[in-house]
């Protein structure tokens, strides 16, 4: 399956605005996640559609479906890790 298909899809555009997947895919309220962005310290970049204090922050969902791929990826690989045959189990 393609991630990026299957989110946009989901979300039907290619620009979500933060506050609608930042509780999910990172595990925060918006607040934070709002203070993150500005910084440029989510796990994906995020920009503003407009020069405002109150415009809207958003993340594009290739960058998205990037990162979720990473972190199977990684989990996928710690998995085959511990679960390799030989390994002894306590």
């Given at each position: 399956?393609?991630t990026?298909?299957?989110?946009?899809?989901?979300?039907?555009?290619?620009?979500?605005?933060?506050?609608?997947?930042?509780?999910?895919?990172?595990?925060?309220?918006e607040?934070?996640?709002?203070?993150?962005?500005?910084?440029?310290?989510?796990?994906?970049?995020?920009?503003?559609l407009?020069?405002?204090?109150?415009?809207?922050?958003?993340?594009?969902?290739?960058?998205?479906?990037?990162?979720?791929?990473?972190?199977?990826?990684?989990?996928?690989?710690?998995?085959?890790?511990?679960?390799?045959?030989?390994?002894?189990?306590?």
């Open positions: 399956m393609n990026v298909w299957l989110l946009m899809a989901r979300f039907e555009k290619p620009s979500v605005p933060l506050d609608q997947v930042c509780e999910e895919f990172f595990g925060m309220k607040k934070q996640a709002r203070m993150l962005a500005s910084a440029q310290l989510l796990p994906v970049p995020a920009f503003k407009r020069d405002s204090e109150k415009a809207r922050w958003f993340i594009d969902v290739r960058d998205l479906a990037e990162h979720i791929d990473k972190q199977r990826q990684a989990a996928k690989d710690n998995f085959l890790k511990v679960n390799s045959p030989g390994r002894l189990h306590g």
